[in-house]
């Protein structure tokens, strides 16, 4: 599965740059190697100064999800699951009889909850295990996400420093005619590959990282509180209600609506 707007967005950001690049010679000039030298290698080095490796990789594996996202569920999906699974609690005798549901709903997050609350045996325990693993959840997405912020600060900062060391190459070639155009193409090709980076990839990923993130923390609390719902034997109606307030306001009022007609 692959996220469609994040990979619409790169083809577009690439088929700007092409267009940029269409005139003859302006290629070969902006990706000097030199420049290209300077941005990443600056930028690589800076980033294992300032972020642990540990990190490093866990924001690589994080722009991973956001381009290849998992089968994470809608709202709608999450509560018809939820309902589905409180009907047969209801009618199988309690919580106990879900051992085994879950799967990899959620990436697995909807079985975890199930076993966390049949093993607490009771709901202020589960919900504390249960926030604890989302919040968790929740800032590490957060600190992958500032990782690329970071990325997109210092990107640029290194196409400046590139854009001065090529100016001083300019000054100290005046005498030399031939030595300016390379000179000229290092001060140049540095900024426009600093700014490229920053401007079309790291500043757009890392708002999708937070987005992406706030989606996925919407569904974990949804399954938090229906599983909780379920283990004090909510009846269905009151489960979906709950649940509806965590989707639009067509699909609660047809919750609502639902819910009134199972209503005794």
């Known amino acids: 599965m692959v996220n469609i707007s994040v990979w619409f967005g790169l083809f577009?950001?690439?088929?700007?740059?092409?267009?940029?690049?269409?005139?003859?010679?302006t290629g070969r000039n902006i990706f000097d190697l030199h420049g290209l030298l300077i941005v990443f290698g600056g930028l690589a080095s800076a980033m294992l100064i300032n972020t642990s490796l540990p990190q490093i990789l866990s924001s690589l594996r994080t722009l991973l999800w956001v381009l290849?996202?998992?089968?994470?569920?809608?709202?709608?999906?999450?509560?018809?699951?939820?309902?589905?699974?409180?009907r047969r609690a209801r009618t199988e005798g309690g919580i106990l009889a879900l051992r085994g549901e879950g799967g990899n709903f959620a990436n697995g997050f909807l079985k975890y909850a199930l076993e966390t609350v049949a093993a607490c045996g009771e709901t202020s325990g589960a919900r504390e295990i249960l926030d604890i693993a989302i919040r968790r959840k929740r800032i590490q997405r957060q600190e992958d996400a500032n990782v690329i912020r970071t990325m997109a600060t210092l990107a640029p900062m290194f196409g400046l420093l590139g854009t001065l060391v090529g100016m001083l190459q300019v000054l100290n070639s005046m005498s030399e005619p031939t030595r300016l155009g390379p000179a000229m193409a290092l001060a140049l090709s540095s900024a426009f590959i600093g700014i490229g980076i920053a401007n079309f990839v790291c500043v757009p990923l890392a708002g999708h990282v937070r987005s992406q993130s706030m989606r996925e923390t919407q569904i974990l609390e949804m399954i938090v509180e229906g599983i909780l719902e379920i283990s004090i034997n909510r009846p269905t109606f009151q489960v979906e209600l709950k649940l509806a307030a965590y989707q639009d306001l067509k699909r609660g009022a047809d919750a609502e609506a639902e819910a009134a007609r199972e209503a005794p």
């Open 68 to 86: 290849f996202p998992a089968s994470l569920p809608s709202p709608a999906d999450t509560a018809d699951e939820l309902a589905r699974l409180s």
């Open 12 to 25: 577009s950001s690439g088929g700007v740059l092409a267009w940029i690049l269409m005139r003859p010679g």
